[in-house]
């Protein structure tokens, strides 16, 4: 059974930095693609950064050079490390991943996902 568990949400001031995790566990960790979306309250969930099974990382143009994902092979997990936080960045956050090559930004795509941690950045 595949289990995606986030953390290290939390509320930051503009400008800031916060970096999310998730570990991961019930599968061949390196033959999935992983990726980060976020929803905010009456908005849909939106893609924010991705990796294939490479690692080759993807990102949506409103976090570029802000945002960079990585995978921990070593120690199964995913990272987000946000920098320069906008409040606009406030958001639940949501680790995904699937079986496949690599599914992008696409949150329709990823059949796996985690619970998700709440980001809050304020003015």
């Known amino acids: 059974q595949v289990q995606l568990v986030e953390s290290g949400g939390g509320s930051v001031q503009a400008g800031g930095s916060l970096r999310l995790s998730c570990a991961v566990s019930?599968?061949?960790?390196?033959?999935?693609?992983m990726g980060w979306f976020r929803q905010a309250p009456g908005k849909e969930r939106e893609g924010v950064a991705a990796?294939?099974?490479?690692?080759?990382?993807s990102y949506a143009d409103s976090v570029k050079g802000r945002f960079t994902i990585s995978k921990d092979n070593s120690k199964h997990i995913l990272y987000l490390q946000m920098n320069s936080l906008k409040p606009e960045d406030t958001a639940m956050y949501y680790c995904?991943?699937?079986?496949?090559?690599?599914?992008?930004?696409?949150?329709?795509?990823?059949?796996?996902w985690g619970q998700g941690t709440q980001v809050t950045v304020t003015v």
């Open positions: 990796v294939d099974i490479n690692g080759s990382p």
């Open positions: 019930g599968y061949t960790y390196i033959s999935y693609c």
């Open positions: 995904a991943a699937d079986q496949d090559y690599g599914l992008g930004l696409f949150p329709r795509e990823y059949n796996y």
